[in-house]
């Protein structure tokens, strides 16, 4: 009698667990954001005889003063222009000139690209898991111990069914999750 109460709860636990449908369990999507950032650093300088360069007029103001003049003359001048595309990407051009020549040209350039990589990971979860274990009991009325083996069926979406034998006794048990 005790073999067939036994053969009968574990056919209605069968039958529990694999009714239903399971088509019906959504994937775990996962998306990674990331931002990629990379520098370009241009620098060159070229040298005043390799610049072309054309005379746009010639100033016919008579001016006595001949040492003011060449003072102006031998002067080294540094000009300097500085094109912001936003607030990383620049265009630095800096220009050293004397005796009425360009005698050395630089150019500075800094751009940051920024990549934004969307990755996504689509993964399918468990639909049922079986765990194994040991089973150990007391009996209170008579203070035996025993030993057995247990499993438990983790289903989604349904809960948790367990079955247990021990050398005293058998279990059969039920759990969701609230």
Same mark, same amino acid.
């Given at each position: 009698?005790?073999?067939?109460?036994?053969?009968?709860?574990?056919?209605?636990?069968?039958?529990?667990?694999?009714?239903?449908?399971?088509?019906?369990?959504?994937?775990?999507?996962?998306?990674?954001?990331?931002?990629?950032?990379?520098?370009?650093?241009?620098?060159?300088?070229?040298?005043?005889?390799?610049?072309?360069?054309?005379?746009?007029?010639?100033?016919?103001?008579?001016?006595?003063?001949?040492?003011?003049?060449?003072? #102006?003359?031998?002067?080294?001048?540094?000009?300097?222009?500085?094109?912001?595309?936003?607030?990383?990407?620049?265009?630095?051009?800096? #220009?050293?000139?004397?005796?009425?020549?360009?005698?050395?040209?630089?150019?500075?350039?800094?751009?940051?690209?920024?990549?934004?990589?969307?990755?996504?990971?689509?993964?399918?979860?468990?639909?049922?898991?079986?765990?194994?274990?040991?089973?150990?009991?007391?009996?209170?009325?008579?203070?035996?111990?025993?030993?057995?083996?247990?499993?438990?069926?983790?289903?989604?979406?349904?809960?948790?069914?367990?079955?247990?034998?021990?050398?005293?006794?058998?279990?059969?048990?039920?759990?969701?999750?609230?």
């Amino acid at each position: 009698m005790k073999e067939v109460v036994i053969t009968l709860l574990v056919a209605v636990l069968i039958l529990f667990i694999f009714k239903g449908n399971h088509n019906n369990i959504e994937p775990i999507v996962v998306t990674h954001v990331d931002t990629i950032v990379k520098h370009d650093t241009l620098r060159k300088f070229k040298k005043g005889d390799s610049i072309p360069f054309v005379v746009l007029g010639i100033d016919t103001m008579t001016i006595h003063d001949t040492l003011r003049i060449l003072q #102006d003359y031998a002067y080294v001048r540094a000009y300097s222009d500085t094109f912001r595309i936003d607030t990383d990407n620049y265009v630095s051009i800096q #220009d050293t000139i004397s005796k009425n020549k360009i005698i050395g040209r630089s150019y500075f350039s800094n751009f940051t690209q920024k990549t934004i990589r969307i990755e996504t990971i689509k993964t399918e979860p468990f639909k049922t898991e079986v765990y194994l274990g040991l089973l150990g009991d007391l009996r209170r009325f008579d203070e035996k111990v025993g030993i057995g083996v247990g499993i438990a069926i983790k289903v989604p979406k349904k809960g948790l069914f367990t079955f247990g034998a021990t050398t005293n006794q058998y279990t059969l048990g039920y759990y969701t999750k609230f």
